[in-house]
């Protein structure tokens, strides 16, 4: 801290000196609350990371925007190439499984990507991130109740043709190109394209093949229409699908306790000296993900209020089959988890928003509905190979089922689907109290419904009959209603200070063990799991200094977070037995504080700082853990203190760019297992870039410092973050 004060003094003293000849810090334009206005007039703590941000620091994937935001984790999902684990302000959802809604909503153009799997999206063409930090329930609606990270994209011009290109090559044989091109065709109607393809041999290596993985072979393109022939109305569709074929992220086994028989420490088995190069029994993995959808959204404007029609379609296919164990040949059990997964959905949302009484009122009203489909044929398989040339068979989910034909097994395959039916009302309403202070009541009510049918299967199609004469297959219905309120008071004590104060509600839907085989648990026992809930109080400041030469916004709030629903893997179970229950009550409490400065002209430094405070306040049921006592488990993804430090020099064309983020201790497992502490999260990001007309050259390394802590685990099995990468990319605008 005493070092952090001392950069603190070292960047306000120049600034006095310097004001004069400095550039102003650049304002970025949101539509957090639905609106356009400027990121810092907005009363709510958010983060905005612009188009041009993201291409300076060569940020080609979501997955590498955690750094830029305080209090917010995220990253490649367990054993997934593209699915998303995000936790914000330590509130989040570990298991990728369709039953499980996330509460961090991901949205492209408004429309939300209802599943973490195929979440993790490549950035082509955006113009900018917005990620709102706390329940967005009022505005958003259900699965927001932890925030929402809203990915908005460059819509097609109409004044000329152009576009880019460009291609990057790097580390572990990584070649990309991507490109994108804006079409008039009309003076009132453009096109916007774009495409990407993205592969990479892979940075680890499996030394029973000899075959590379965790590698990258994806392939993707976007299309956009504009359509404008007045200044009332506009009509914007879209269209994208991605194909990725990059296979399964491998899991590592952890190094034995040598002291403490059945437990582990928290470092990866390195057979060579080397986590990268490792063994595993799984030479057939299993893993291709297809998604995409459609978009399509009108805005009328007629008198003093703007009407606004939002459609939305989405799918997904997503196979996958790993090995759940990480064991090589011949050493102990092999256990093959195989998911089979189709989803779709459809949503439509109208808006009409609009002013009143010269402006001291601003108004919001809305209506949204929802529906989805999901099915998963799933398997647990015992299928190991006989010796180390012998390949698994994951494309056969009847292949060696782990199975027990009673009333009071497990079984497998079994085929879990949800039906799930959501609408919405919400309205919003700001007042303003003379030039300087407004108030702001909003207040959103959501009915949801859904449906989970499970089957046991000996055959597909064919279902499980128990001895007893019962058919193994159960529907289970559940309704939940919620009012998600929020209110706030804003006080512009000058022209470039806000001071603000909130009290909101996020909602998470009910939800069902999708996890569940157990014939004798699904069909006698099993119900739906309680919703949560979130009340978030907040109070910040967004301040702008020295002719905005220097941002300081800061926020501190405490989370009420109510009948949390856990996932996790059961003690000593084998294969790893996950289940899901309503764990209890929490109280998450923090303080986050954001700078950027720009003491003189070409030099921008930047960074934040963000603690956390949790403990659980009720424990509605055991979890089972048995290492740390329950009553004082810290939860997932909440350091106690995380931070980034970031800087950057620009002159004649060249930019030099670096960012340095770290965390204190922090456990990513329900009962926080030795293992599954970590205590080494660091990483140094670098750029050196040069552009002259049309052209650009970008040098850029992730994770400098090679440090390879632990992203994620369940059980005796975790995976570690990439290795250090350097790629260099070439770029043409036209």
Not at 152 to 159: A, G, I, L, M, N
Not at 395 to 400: L, Q, S
Not at 463 to 476: S, T
Not at 533 to 551: H, P
Request: neutral net charge; hydrophobic residues 40%.
């Amino acid at each position: 801290m005493r070092g952090m004060m001392i950069a603190g003094v070292a960047v306000a003293m120049p600034l006095a000196a310097h004001a004069q000849d400095a550039a102003a810090i650049d304002d970025v334009v949101v539509t957090a609350q639905r609106r356009e206005e400027r990121a810092q007039t907005v009363a709510v703590a958010i983060t905005a990371i612009s188009g041009e941000r993201l291409m300076e620091e060569g940020v080609a994937n979501l997955d590498r925007i955690g750094p830029d935001v305080p209090n917010l984790y995220l990253a490649r999902n367990f054993g997934t190439s593209s699915g998303a684990l995000v936790f914000l302000r330590g509130v989040g959802e570990g298991d990728s499984i369709f039953t499980n809604d996330p509460p961090v909503g991901i949205y492209i153009d408004d429309v939300i990507l209802p599943r973490s799997t195929g979440a993790l999206v490549d950035l082509i063409d955006i113009e900018r991130i917005e990620v709102l930090r706390g329940p967005q329930g009022t505005l958003y609606g259900r699965n927001t109740s932890g925030g929402a990270i809203k990915l908005v994209t460059q819509r097609p011009t109409f004044d000329r043709i152009g576009g880019a290109a460009d291609v990057s090559v790097g580390s572990y044989r990584r070649v990309d190109a991507r490109g994108t091109l804006n079409l008039p065709l009309a003076s009132t109607l453009a096109l916007r394209v774009s495409g990407l393809s993205r592969n990479q041999r892979g940075w680890g290596r499996n030394l029973t093949d000899g075959a590379y993985v965790n590698g990258q072979d994806v392939q993707a393109g976007r299309g956009a229409l504009l359509w404008a022939p007045d200044a009332q109305l506009s009509v914007f569709a879209t269209g994208d699908l991605t194909l990725d074929r990059s296979g399964p992220r491998f899991p590592q086994r952890f190094v034995a306790d040598p002291d403490r028989a059945g437990r582990y420490l928290n470092r990866f088995v390195a057979p060579t000296g080397s986590i990268d190069r490792f063994e595993s029994a799984d030479t057939d993995p299993l893993g291709t993900t297809d998604t995409g959808g459609a978009s399509l959204r009108i805005d009328y404007r007629t008198g003093g209020a703007t009407l606004s029609s939002i459609t939305g379609w989405r799918m997904l296919r997503s196979r996958i089959g790993f090995d759940q164990t990480a064991n090589p040949p011949g050493v102990g059990a092999n256990v093959i988890l195989l998911q089979d997964q189709r989803q779709r959905s459809v949503s439509q949302e109208f808006q009409a928003t609009g002013a009143a009484f010269g402006g001291a009122v601003e108004w919001l009203a809305g209506l949204y509905a929802f529906h989805e489909h999901n099915d998963q044929l799933t398997a647990v398989s015992f299928a190991s190979p006989a010796g180390s040339g012998a390949r698994f068979r994951t494309g056969d989910f009847f292949n060696a089922p782990s199975r027990v034909a009673t009333v009071g097994g497990n079984w497998s395959p079994y085929e879990p689907s949800l039906d799930t039916t959501s609408w919405s009302t919400f309205g919003s309403t700001t007042l303003s109290l003379g030039d300087r202070t407004r108030v702001t009541a909003g207040l959103r009510y959501t009915d949801e419904r859904k449906r989970y049918d499970v089957r046991f299967l000996t055959a597909p199609d064919s279902v499980l009959v128990l001895p007893d004469g019962r058919v193994a297959q159960r529907r289970i219905r559940g309704r939940w209603t919620d009012v998600s309120p929020r209110a706030a008071i804003e006080y512009r004590a000058t022209d470039d200070v806000l001071l603000y104060a909130s009290a909101a509600k996020g909602f998470r839907s009910g939800s069902f063990d999708g996890r569940a085989r157990n014939i004798g648990f699904v069909l006698d026992r099993q119900g739906a799991i309680a919703p949560e809930t979130v009340w978030s109080y907040e109070a910040g400041i967004k301040s702008d200094w020295f002719s905005r030469r220097l941002r300081v916004n800061a926020d501190v709030f405490v989370n009420r977070y109510t009948d949390i629903a856990f996932s996790a893997a059961r003690a000593n179970s084998t294969p790893p037995e996950i289940f899901r229950q309503n764990v209890g009550d929490a109280r998450i409490q923090g303080v986050e504080v954001e700078w950027t400065a720009r003491p003189v002209a070409g030099v921008e430094l930047g960074g934040w700082l963000a603690t956390l405070d949790d403990r659980f306040t009720r424990l509605a049921s055991s979890p089972g853990c048995t290492i740390v006592p329950e009553d004082q488990l810290d939860l997932r993804f909440t350091p106690s203190l995380r931070y980034q430090l970031r800087g950057s020099y620009t002159r004649g064309g060249i930019r030099i760019g670096a960012d340095y983020s770290a965390a204190s201790p922090y456990n990513i497992a329900l009962c926080n297992e030795p293992q599954q502490g970590v205590t080494n999260n660091a990483a140094i990001n670098a750029q050196i870039g040069w552009e002259r007309g049309d052209w650009g050259v970008l040098l850029s390394a992730t994770n400098l410092a090679d440090r390879r802590y632990n992203s994620g685990s369940v059980g005796t099995i975790g995976y570690p973050v990439a290795p250090r990468e350097v790629t260099v990319r070439l770029r043409r605008t036209f």
